[in-house]
C-alpha cells in the first residue's frame, strides 16, 4: 500500500549531520557504526511490553496475561542496507517513463532504460509481417480468424487479427530484441482466433538470425523470406506466410542512420527517452561515440532522485559509501498485466550487485487486492498441484499463499533471466565473482520478495552459483506454512523483516496455519530499532480461551494476542504506509547521528 509522501525534506539538517558523524568516526577510528538498536540497548536491560488503548502506546506489565516472548535482534542486520533497500521498495510504487518497450508471450511489459542494454542484447530485429496465403479453415461457421506471433528468445509480439479470412494482409511490423544472433531463432506462428476455446494453431515458421545479418561493414537492410508454413507437433500445417526481416546490431564501430528512429518507436515517446534519442542522434554519424556519451546518459536515466527524501535518508544511513543510493541504476521495470505485478531491477554501477524491489499493493489496483484474498494455499512443486491432497499438504508439505504465488510466478522466468543476463556482465575490473543479490518489497511486494528469496535460493544451490542473497522486506504479511518457513530459515539466513510495531498487515493471514519467516526487526514511532524481545503483547482474554481458539487452526495463541492488541490500535493501517516507515527510519537515524 502507498500514499504519496508528506514530509518535509530536510535537506540541509541530514547532510549537515552526515558531515558531522563522518568528522567524528576520522577522529575515533575505533568507534562502531551502526547497529544503533544495539548501542541504544546496552545497560537499558529488557524493554518493557506493550499494549494499545484509544491509540495510544503505554507500558503494561506482564502479569498471569498471555504474552508473547521472541528471540533478540539478530547481530547480521545491516540498518545501512535496510534503508537502502527501504528506498527501493518505495521507488518501485513509481512507474517509469519512458524506456525502450519489450514484451513476451506472458503478459509482461518491460522497459529498459539504462545503456546497460546494449550490453547484453546485440541487437534489435524488425519483424514486417506482410500477408499470408492458402490458410486451413479452422472455424465451423465462415473460415479462419488469423494473427501472427513473433518470437525471439522469451521476447514475442503479436498482430491484430483479420477477421473471417484465409488470405489475411496485414503489412504490421514489430520490434524484438536479440541476444545471441548465432543460435537464436525468429519463430512465427499463425493462429485462429477463438472466442469459446483455446487458439488454433494454423501453421509455425521459423528463421534463423545468422541468415538475416548483413556483410560486415553493411549497412542493415532488409531481407524478404516467403514460407512455408509447418507443422511443429500442432496445429494444422499449411499455408504460406511473407514476412520482411531486418537485424540493426547495437554496435559502436557501425553506421545506421536507421537507428534512432527504430530506437524512437520502441520508446513510449516521453520522459527520458528522449535523452537517450538525442544522445543517439548526436553520435550516429560520428560512428557513435558511446564512451562520450556515458556519463549523460547516467545522469538522466531513472536514477534516485539526488534530492528525494528517500535518496537523502539513505545518504545519511550509508556513512561509509557502500550502500549509497546514486550509485545504483535501474536497468528494467517489468509490469504483468494480467497478475498486476510489477518488479524492479537495480544494478549497482561500481560493483557485482544487484536489487530486485517488488512494487506492494496499490489502493486503486482491484486486482492488488484479489491477490492479497487468495488465502488458500498452494504447493510449491513444480506443477502447482500438492501430490497429497489440499488438507494433509498444509503440515507435509511447503505450501504458500495462492495468490502471492500466482503474481510471483507470473513475473518469474522474466525476472530470472534478466538476473542471469545481468550476472553475465560484471562491472569492469571483476571476474565475475562474488556477487550479491538483494530481494525487497513493501506490503504484498514484501511476500514477493520472500517468494523470490526462496527461488533465488533453490537455484543457488541446486547451480552451485555461489552468490551472495539477502532479503529485506517492510510490512510483509505472512507468506507460508510451517514446512515453507523451515525450509526457508535454513536456506536464507540473511533474512528481516522490518515492522512497524503499530502495523496491522504483517499480522494477517491468521488462518490455515499462516507463519512469518526468520528475524522480525520493529521500528516504533518514537525512533527505536527493537529485537522482538523488546515488544511484548498483552491479553486479558483466558488462556483457555486462547488455548482453544489456537486448536481450532485459527492460529497459534501468541499471533492471536498480537493480531488483537495491533488491530485494536487505530492507526493500524496508517502504520502500515510509507511515511510511517519512512518517519520511524529517519527517527532512528537521527538519534544515530546524535550519539
Known sequence: MHVQLHIRTRTTCLLTRRRKVLLRLEASEGQKR???????????????????????????RATGSHSTAKDALPGHFELEKAVLLASCAFESYESPSGGLDDFDGYDNHV???SPFVTKFFQGVLQV????????????LIGKSDPYVVCRVGMGARTTTTKKNTLEPKWDETCRLFVEDTEQQFLRLSVFDEDAVKTDDCLGEA?????????????????????????????GYGQGSL???????????????????????????????????????????????????????????????????????????????GSYTPLEYEKVAYISNTRTDTQVTLWRKTN????????????????????????????????????????????????AVHSGFLEAFDSVRAKLMHL??????????????????????????????????????????????????????????????????????????????????????????????????????????ESGELLGPDGIQYTSTLPSSWLETVAK????????????????????????????????????????????
Open 34 to 60: 551502526g547497529k544503533f538498536a544495539t548501542s541504544k540497548q546496552q545497560g537499558r536491560g529488557r524493554q518493557p511490553c506493550r499494549s494499545w488503548d484509544g491509540g495510544r502506546a503505554h507500558v503494561v
Open 111 to 113: 522497459q529498459y532504460a
Open 351 to 398: 560493483a557485482n550487485v544487484i536489487v530486485v524491489a517488488f512494487r506492494g499493493t496499490e489502493m486503486t489496483k482491484l486486482r492488488d487486492f484479489a491477490t492479497d484474498a487468495s488465502l488458500l494455499p498452494c504447493s510449491l512443486s513444480v506443477e502447482r498441484v500438492s501430490s497429497s491432497g489440499p488438507l494433509k499438504m498444509l503440515l507435509d508439505e511447503p
Open 419 to 524: 538476473v542471469d543476463i545481468i550476472m553475465k556482465h560484471p562491472v569492469e575490473g571483476n571476474d565475475g565473482s562474488g556477487w550479491k543479490v538483494y530481494t525487497t518489497g513493501h506490503s504484498l511486494g514484501g511476500a514477493l520478495a520472500t517468494l523470490m528469496a526462496a527461488a533465488l535460493a533453490d537455484r543457488n544451490q541446486a547451480e552451485k552459483s555461489g552468490f551472495a542473497l539477502s532479503m529485506y522486506n517492510f510490512g510483509s504479511p505472512r507468506v507460508g506454512n510451517e514446512k515453507f518457513v523451515s525450509q526457508y530459515n535454513r536456506s536464507v539466513p540473511d533474512s528481516f523483516r522490518l515492522v512497524n510495531e503499530a502495523d496491522a498487515v504483517p499480522r494477517v493471514p491468521l488462518l490455515l496455519g499462516y507463519k512469518h519467516v526468520d528475524h522480525p526487526v520493529y521500528v516504533t
Open 242 to 320: 511473407d514476412v520482411e526481416v531486418t537485424f540493426f546490431p547495437f554496435d559502436p564501430d557501425a553506421k545506421h542512420p536507421s537507428l534512432p528512429t527504430l530506437l524512437e518507436d520502441l520508446g513510449t515517446g516521453q520522459g527520458p527517452i528522449h535523452e537517450l534519442m538525442s544522445t543517439f542522434r548526436r553520435n550516429v554519424v560520428d560512428r557513435w561515440k558511446i564512451d562520450k556519451a556515458k556519463d549523460e546518459w547516467e545522469s538522466n536515466l531513472w536514477k534516485f532522485p539526488p534530492e528525494g527524501n528517500w535518496t537523502l535518508l539513505a545518504t545519511l544511513s550509508a556513512l561509509s
Open 552 to 595: 481450532t487452526g485459527y492460529g497459534e495463541a501468541d499471533d492471536i494476542v498480537e493480531a488483537l492488541a495491533v488491530l485494536s490500535n487505530s492507526s493500524a493501517l496508517a502504520a502500515h504506509m510509507e511515511d510511517y516507515y519512512f518517519s520511524s527510519l529517519q527517527k532512528i537515524l537521527d538519534a544515530q547521528v546524535q550519539l
Open 206 to 234: 521459423q528463421i534463423a538470425l545468422k541468415d538475416v545479418i548483413s556483410a560486415e561493414g553493411k549497412a542493415p537492410a532488409p531481407r524478404k523470406f516467403e514460407l512455408e508454413l509447418q507443422n511443429f507437433g500442432r
Open 128 to 139: 514486417r509481417v506482410i500477408r499470408a496465403w492458402n490458410l486451413p479453415k479452422a472455424d
